[in-house]
């Protein structure tokens, strides 16, 4: 695959969820997906990121990812972004605060025939819980 598949793949991934349209990852991630930093409790393959991402959107339905930096070859896409969002709904067990995120993260993954097979990332989670009032 050309490195213009993969990042085509890629933001395709990032409109479904920044649209709320999750039934288009079954198209973009394959079912024996490896995420090597999953959530905690994400299942495996399409199914796993679309309850993750069901999850985020509840909570957040304003949720938005934007791509800061993204460089990709015959194989990978690696990007930073920053993830946005208004706490409306639970998260992690805490009601709705009503306050607004604003976190940093990296992500590498990989494709084969235009699907996600594999991922790497991190996200600032303690900085988007201080942020909310719910960090411990």
Known sequence: MSQEVNIAAQQ?????????????????????????DPA??????????????????AAFPDLHIAVERLV??????????????????????????GKTMSVRGMQISRFQNGQLVERWGSSDQQGMLEQLGLAP
């Open 12 to 36: 395709k991934f990032g409109d479904a969820v920044n649209s709320g349209k999750l039934d288009l990852l079954d198209d973009l991630v394959a079912e024996d997906a490896v995420d090597n």
């Open 40 to 57: 905690p409790g994400q299942g495996p393959g399409p199914a796993g990121y679309k309850a993750f991402f069901g999850e985020m959107i």
């Open 72 to 97: 990709a070859n015959d194989t990978d896409v690696a990007f930073a972004y920053t993830l946005t969002g208004t706490h409306q709904g639970p998260l992690m067990g805490h009601a709705a605060s």
